[in-house]
């Protein structure tokens, strides 16, 4: 019996956006969903500063700028890049199955 967190198909490849945020909602979660080139990475939705939604931020190559303070995150990994947030981001593996994007909540 495996312990491992589920995986779940959350959107097709041709709905992500070039370079760009969106914000989906996944086994009841608010995910941040990014694309830097052809890479794709997952993140919670919510900065941890302040109550405010990364997907209505600025995505610059791998940071998110938070759409409140001006915090930024490194998508990659969650950690803050920048003042005024200090606690990283949880982030959520990715993986590409085809024409669809799955992504690993546990």
Known sequence: MSNAA??????ATDDLPNDDVIGIQVA???????????DVFATDNLCT?????????FLDG??????????????RDGRPACDPVTEPLRTYPVRIEGSRVFLQIG
């Open 6 to 11: 589920p995986w779940f198909d959350v959107l």
């Open 28 to 38: 009841g979660k608010d995910i941040a969903l990014y694309t830097v080139g052809e």
């Open 49 to 57: 500063h302040g109550n405010a939604r990364l997907c209505d931020g």
């Open 62 to 75: 791998h940071e998110i700028e938070c759409p409140l303070h001006q915090g930024k995150f490194d998508v």
